[in-house]
């Protein structure tokens, strides 16, 4: 009597670990809509990211995509200096002509033309960015395609660092 009450609580931890196991090759959450502010969580990855921010180019919300758009291409950042294989990199590039490739020629324009004002102001974005913080989620996005062995990224890479790197050098933070 006791083996079997014993199975009945052990059988459901058992799956519940067995499934956390697989949880990264999970799909990604499926973002069909022009996220707010509020909603943008620094689990999501480029891809979601991305195809959010193409969601409100369509929808002509220039602002919000370009904080997404830069929100995504930062992360993007982070996850290149952390893998391996650097040659995963161009994967940002294929992503951008995927999802954006497609959208209407003059909302992509419209778009760019945003963006180039935000650039030269990007005081707000930066600090919206330090506080969402680094990623935490696993770049499968980018491992997937590269020749690795492990879990593909950088042993005991200084997150610290590449995190610094990112706002300071590449988005150029004040």
Do not use: H
């Amino acid at each position: 009597m006791q083996r079997g009450f014993l199975w009945a609580l052990l059988v459901p931890s058992l799956l519940l670990c067995a499934s956390n196991l697989f949880e990264e090759n999970q799909p990604q959450v499926q973002i069909n809509s022009c996220m707010e502010r509020i909603e943008i969580k620094n689990s999501q990855t480029p891809v979601d990211l991305f195809k959010s921010s193409a969601q409100c180019i369509e929808e002509e919300k220039y602002p919000q995509a370009v904080e997404l758009y830069l929100i995504a291409t930062a992360y993007g950042y982070y996850d290149g200096a952390r893998v391996v294989d650097k040659s995963t990199r161009q994967v940002l590039d294929t992503l951008k002509t995927e999802i954006f490739g497609p959208l209407n020629a003059t909302k992509r324009n419209q778009f760019a033309e945003v963006l180039r004002a935000k650039l030269d102001d990007m005081k707000s974005s930066c600090n919206f960015l330090e506080k969402l913080g680094k990623p935490t989620y696993y770049p499968k996005y980018m491992v997937q395609n590269g020749v690795t062995r492990g879990d593909g990224l950088i042993l005991n890479y200084d997150a610290k660092a590449i995190w610094a790197d990112t706002r300071f050098s590449y988005l150029r933070c004040p």
